[in-house]
């Protein structure tokens, strides 16, 4: 049986001031006629990761009618459904898209695009939660569905998996320390000094360590101080098991496999060949700009960061890929990226990673 997970509260999903575009295009009646496209931002601080959305009203129209009308729905299911096509939707209108018509629907797609992230995050949840298999064959197909409509990139499914693997590994780490306070009276292997069970660092052979100490040997050696079996860094093990679970060769969806996220770290340590490989992840470039090639001013708390490394105002940049493609600096195409924060705004800043 899989055990369940406990996934702690994180930040909602928030979505950047919507704009949109007007192009020739063929409608509805495969007419030559000016089309709207809106487009959103969407943010998660959980991740760290932001992208694009382009959608036409028809479009997110069409998607709530699918949801509107799919049968059977269990009782999980059609709560998390239900959330999003109770909210207010604009009707189709015959006349062309006159600025009331644009801003009606620019306020109400917003909420509709927020809520379908909303409900993504939430069959992930049911998904890690024991329910019955009729639930989670539904949270699946639903899970797909929305990860395409919502076009979301691999680096933002990567750091779900990443945040999921994290939590379940630091909640059954503290779930198997529980009640040992009192007991747990030992000392440092390498500095002899007493440590409680809250200040150590548990290495993959079992030996614990202050991490001060174990860190400063882990420089220069990667094998344990006393068995001098191969240790490895926690985030590595975690990268590891990221790339098992997004990799793996299976015909189980995404969804499903998210089901093992509390054991896979054990199946990597017991993988040698895994360890040694390393994790073939998507990586975040260091970050070198202090001003936004945009519009030349100093970046300040919050800007954005491309795949590529280069960092913008999110105003500029959600301005500039309103019509492009690319990063304005080197041309590569973008449409997603990081969130990062800026220590000291202004001339002389300091970026750092979140």
Known sequence: MTKSVHVKETPAITIDPVSFVVKFGLNRWAQF???????????????????????????????????????????????????????????????????????????????????????????????LASHPPEVLAQASDLYTHLTAFLEVPDLHAQEEVRLLITTSTLTARHHSTLGCEEDFNTECPICLEEMGVNELLQLQCGHSFHPKCVDDWTKTSQTCPICRTLSYDESYIVGCAVHMILHEHSDESLLYRLRRCSTVTEDVQRTPAILLQGPQLIQQHPITDTVCSVCLESLDSSPRQLLCGHAFHMSCIFGWLTSQSSCPVCRKTASHGYLTQVDGCGSGGQLRLV
């Open 33 to 127: 006629a000016p089309i709207t496209t809106y487009v959103f931002t969407i943010c998660s601080p959980a991740t760290n990761t932001w992208w694009i959305v382009r959608k036409r009203f028809s479009e997110c129209y069409s998607f709530r009618q699918q949801l509107l009308k799919t049968p059977g729905l269990s009782k999980q299911v059609d709560a998390l459904v239900q959330a999003t096509t109770s909210l207010k939707f604009p009707r189709r209108k015959i006349q062309g898209d006159t600025d009331e018509i644009k801003a009606e629907r620019t306020a109400a797609l917003k909420l509709f695009v927020a809520s379908l992230a909303s409900m993504r995050a939430a069959c992930t949840r049911l998904a």
